[in-house]
């Protein structure tokens, strides 16, 4: 019998499959969607499991069991929700999860502990960064997840925790502050499987995937004991039928009454996927107490961005605190932003293009400031915006632009760099690449401009003087 304090990690948008989504940048924050954690990536074993991880990319599974799930995933912005807010959302559509409070002080820890009456008890920093169990608070305090049995303990552990910079191999590294705790019932687990929905561009609709070997990196499972392997494709109109989440909990290896209440909760499983709008609802462990009770101990969801219009308390609580405030900023404009260590900002318009532009400023001896994508929908207001944020940062010493101009209006980038350059006084080397649509009539605002717009042919081209302009200081 395992023993495992129990909570959910935090949910994160990654890359929604939906036929509809064509681009993007996945979660632009590092753990970096990050930024994916920056996403990217349709390789066949993309397809082993869906693992989504910091970069988090997805894998699926079956590949090597003739069952593989073709998907592409699309990069999108990630939303960032904490494990207490996740948890309730499970919770919340009668998923079964233990029970928590979650307090912003330690006498409320204490009071949490207090009425949960449990036999052990959880105590959880909440930040979005993974590894907080080998976290190091500037308290002194080590580890950002503890067990005790004692309440007092709990408020002990609080003091050290709330108001403190907790320290990962995930967060930056002055870390980031504790500003809630989650308090909750641990549990003991007897057997763990492991279970997911998602949804599956061959199948047309969502799938269920299920391994009676839980609590292990499934990707594992996948190549090793594939016939442990379970996969159900789903009627989007009828959605999950009894004996299909019979027949799941079957091959789940749940037995007994335990069988139908895991049927139970894959069907509200089922339901909150649909109700909130998620790409995928991973479950790992699905598990069992010794108790008889069948309980999500830990998941992962994604969302569809697309749908957050509809969606929009579940998007109300994005938490953008830990996020660098150039780039709660830069999202203000709808623009993708992560910043680097180089001294050349990189002004792009799409997260593949984005890191070619940093690749070869890199090759050609330079080093890349920063990331930021313009997106497809450019606005000239955004042009100016992006500007005003790159120009903000004391560490650039040029800029470079590179647009390959698709559903984007190279003339639009062209009236809004002029438009910056003359109201922001621009001060730093400025080399402008554009190619595509409107590009000659681009070409022709700049160089009547006047303004210092150093113009360049390709993209080798533009790093090159870039990085050239930089040497010359």
């Known amino acids: 019998m395992s023993h495992r304090e129990s909570g959910f990690t935090k949910i994160h948008t990654q890359f929604p499959v939906s036929s509809s989504q064509a681009g993007g940048t996945g979660s632009t924050s590092f753990t970096p969607a990050q930024p994916c954690n920056t996403e990217t990536a349709e390789t066949q074993l993309h397809l082993e499991l869906l693992e989504h991880t910091g970069c988090q990319l997805g894998q699926s599974f079956l590949e090597r069991s003739e069952r593989s799930l073709t998907v592409q995933l699309t990069p999108r912005r990630w939303l960032n929700l904490q494990e207490y807010q996740s948890k309730k959302i499970m919770a919340d559509h009668g ?89 909750a019932e641990a549990l003991d687990i007897l057997r763990e499987t492991y279970f997911a929905i998602l949804m599956d561009r061959a199948c047309n609709g969502p799938v269920m995937v299920g391994s009676p070997q839980g609590g ?177 940062d004391p560490k650039v010493e040029a800029i470079l632009v590179n647009i390959f101009g698709g559903i984007v209006n190279c003339a639009i980038i062209a009236n809004g760099i002029t438009k910056a350059c003359q109201e922001l006084e621009l001060k730093v080397p400025l080399v402008v690449r554009l190619e595509g649509t409107n590009v000659q009539e681009a070409q022709r605002i700049l160089s009547e401009s006047g303004l210092p717009i150093t113009s360049a042919n390709d993209l080798e081209d533009a790093a090159k003087k870039a990085v050239a302009s930089v040497a010359k200081k």
């Open 95 to 183: 998923v079964t999860v233990q029970r928590f409070f979650v307090a912003d002080s330690a006498n409320d820890a204490l009071e949490a502990a207090q009425r949960l009456k449990a036999k052990e008890i959880v105590l959880k920093a909440q930040i979005l960064a993974g590894g907080r169990g080998k976290g190091i608070f500037n308290s002194g305090l080590k580890g950002g997840v503890h067990l005790t049995k004692d309440p007092k303990t709990v408020e002990q552990l609080a003091k050290q925790m709330i108001g403190y910079n907790l320290s990962t191999k995930q967060t930056p590294k002055d870390g980031v502050t504790v500003k809630k705790v989650m308090v």
């Open 216 to 392: 292990v990196d499934i990707e594992e499972v996948a190549v090793t004991s594939p016939e442990l392997i379970f996969k159900e494709e789903i009627d989007i109109f009828e959605g999950v039928k009894d004996h299909q989440a019979l027949q799941m909990a079957k091959n789940l290896g749940f037995q007994g009454s335990l069988q139908q209440q895991a049927a139970d909760q894959i069907k509200k499983l089922y339901n909150l996927f649909l109700k909130i709008d998620a790409t995928q609802v991973e479950v790992n462990p699905f598990g069992e107490t010794p108790e008889g009770q069948v309980v999500c101990f830990d998941a992962k969801i994604n969302f569809d961005d697309n749908a957050e219009f509809r969606q929009k308390e579940i998007f109300a609580m994005d938490d953008k605190s830990e996020n660098e405030p150039i780039e709660n900023e830069a999202a203000k404009y709808d623009l993708k932003y992560i910043g680097l260590d180089g001294n050349i900002a990189c002004f792009v318009n799409g997260a593949g293009l984005a890191m070619a532009t940093c690749d070869i400023i890199s090759l050609n001896g330079g080093k890349p400031a920063n990331f930021l994508d313009l997106g497809g929908g450019v606005k000239e207001a955004q042009v100016y915006q992006a500007f005003k944020l790159l120009t903000a």
